[in-house]
């Protein structure tokens, strides 16, 4: 038989005991029984060329058909797609430890808030701060979510709530983004909470925010997605449609922190406003569900941020489910929730909420990209799509969730490059 000439590719990966590819899930993010497809290829190989996948299968396979110089052995680990985060608070100056203190000795998170602490105690020192501190800090929390396996991460504003420090949080998130290999996408959250100078006029700065933020975003295309803490005592449900609304016309699509701690209506908001997503829902009503279904809105689910707020509810996730409401993860990183790993996500997930970890799996890639509208390019290996790849150092998928509270990330490749090896950043590949 006549041997077949090789086609060259950048890089392959291969011997990977299970390589999850996460297949099928680009035009539509994957729900119901197909919530935990994984995709699954036993002795897995990818062959990658200039930044993106060229093809998988088993290692036989491409073994076959593909040769380079540069043949990584997964050495028996589990290779997936990069964690996509789609839900986090990158950017603010200083912390909170001392809150966390106050509320495990019972003080609420309400009650701190209104003692102008909480959001409004991150907002005073993100005011102050340089765009140059601000960095320096997206740096180090970037380096941390890279190690743990988080390749691309939506980033809300929403911590200075003037026109200027929104537009010096956003422009943080654009220098961060350039130089750093993490990929940013950014939201624009001027409605996070209402600033102080605007204590009992919350009218007031919504109007701020519709007729001078949000044109002054667009007209700069520092976000894609404008997003509104739709909350008792923060935005109703007219004010937040108020701002979703003017944040379309600006080309800028709507996302809802919806039903964190009320049932206010703000599933029936994101479905009314056609939102890609609704966040949070820990108090989401069964017609607010059902109504995200219909409109295919999807679920980004923060279970960090519940167990971080000590909130003894969890998200009801199979009825989400039942529902066709797609499901995606999310780590809600902020200054009281300060989580950069995924992999703690799917921890808490699995046993709080009763996910499985191929459920937990699909939400953290596949169904994440769809979150933040990039599921053309990420969220799974599939050919074309971008190279964005982890070597996990366990034997089986059922690993994440089930042994937790440490990172279990040998590699991770970034757009065809190794950018963590040995769970250690490699700073000189940038
Ligand atoms: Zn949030």
């Known amino acids: 038989m006549r041997e077949v000439a090789r086609e060259e590719a950048d890089l392959i990966l291969?011997?990977?005991?299970?390589?999850?590819?996460?297949?099928?899930?680009?035009?539509?993010?994957?729900?119901?029984?197909?919530?935990?497809?994984?995709?699954?290829?036993?002795?897995?190989?990818?062959?990658?060329s200039r930044g993106r996948v060229v093809a998988v299968g088993t290692t036989a396979k491409i073994r076959e058909r593909f040769e380079s110089r540069k043949i990584i052995d997964?050495?028996?680990?589990?290779?997936?797609?990069?964690?996509?985060?789609?839900?986090?608070?990158?950017?603010?100056?200083?912390?909170?430890?001392?809150?966390?203190?106050?509320?495990?000795?019972?003080?609420?998170?309400?009650?701190?808030?209104?003692?102008?602490?909480g959001i409004l105690k991150t907002?005073?020192?993100?005011?102050?701060?340089?765009?140059?501190?601000?960095?320096?800090?997206?740096?180090?929390?970037?380096?941390?979510?890279?190690?743990?396996?988080?390749?691309?991460?939506?980033?809300?504003?929403?911590y200075g709530l003037t026109t200027e420090s929104e537009l010096k949080c956003l422009e943080v998130m654009r220098l961060a983004n350039e130089e750093?290999?993490?990929?940013?996408?950014?939201?624009?959250?001027?409605?996070?909470a209402v600033p102080t100078e605007y204590k009992n006029n919350t009218d007031g700065y919504v109007n701020l925010i519709t007729n001078e933020m949000i044109p002054e975003v667009a007209a700069r295309r520092l976000a894609e997605f404008c997003d509104v803490f739709c909350e008792e005592g923060v935005f109703d449900v007219e004010q937040s449609r108020r701002i979703l609304t003017q944040g379309k016309r600006y080309g800028l699509m709507p996302k809802v922190h919806a039903d964190e701690m009320t049932a206010l209506g703000g599933a029936e908001l994101a479905a009314e406003m056609q939102a890609i997503s609704a966040e949070h829902l820990l108090f989401a009503s069964e017609s607010g569900l059902k109504a995200m279904a219909e409109e295919g809105v999807i679920a980004v689910l923060l279970p960090g941020a519940s167990f971080a707020l000590m909130m003894q509810r969890h998200m009801n996730v199979k009825k989400?489910?039942?529902?066709?409401?797609?499901?995606?993860?999310?780590?809600?990183?902020?200054?009281?929730?300060?989580?950069?790993?995924?992999?703690?996500?799917?921890?808490?997930?699995?046993?709080?909420?009763?996910?499985t970890p191929s459920e937990a799996i699909v939400a953290t890639t596949m169904n994440a990209a769809h979150a933040i509208k990039r599921a053309q390019e990420l969220g799974s290996l599939e050919p074309g799509k971008r190279a964005d790849v982890l070597v996990l150092n366990v034997p089986g998928h059922r690993f994440l969730g089930y042994r937790f509270g440490v990172n279990l990330v040998d590699k991770v490749i970034k757009d065809g490059r190794i950018v963590v090896d040995g769970g250690r950043v490699l700073q000189r590949e940038w």
């Not at 740096?139 to 941390?144: A, E, G, I, P």
């Not at 797609?326 to 996910?355: K, Y």
């Open 14 to 48: 291969e011997n990977a005991s299970e390589l999850l590819t996460l297949e099928g899930g680009t035009k539509k993010p994957l729900i119901g029984k197909r919530s935990r497809d994984l995709g699954l290829v036993k002795d897995g190989s990818i062959a990658i």
């Open 74 to 117: 997964a050495n028996k680990k589990v290779v997936m797609p990069g964690f996509v985060d789609p839900h986090t608070h990158l950017v603010f100056a200083g912390s909170r430890e001392d809150e966390f203190e106050m509320r495990l000795e019972g003080t609420s998170y309400m009650e701190i808030l209104l003692k102008d602490g």
């Open 123 to 158: 907002v005073r020192e993100t005011r102050k701060a340089s765009k140059e501190r601000l960095l320096e800090g997206c740096r180090k929390t970037l380096n941390v979510m890279l190690e743990h396996g988080t390749t691309t991460v939506e980033a809300k504003s929403g």
């Open 180 to 192: 750093h290999p993490v990929e940013i996408v950014p939201t624009f959250l001027g409605a996070h």
């Open 320 to 355: 989400m489910m039942e529902n066709g409401v797609p499901v995606a993860l999310g780590t809600d990183f902020n200054p009281s929730c300060w989580v950069e790993s995924q992999q703690m996500i799917i921890a808490i997930a699995c046993h709080q909420m009763r996910m």
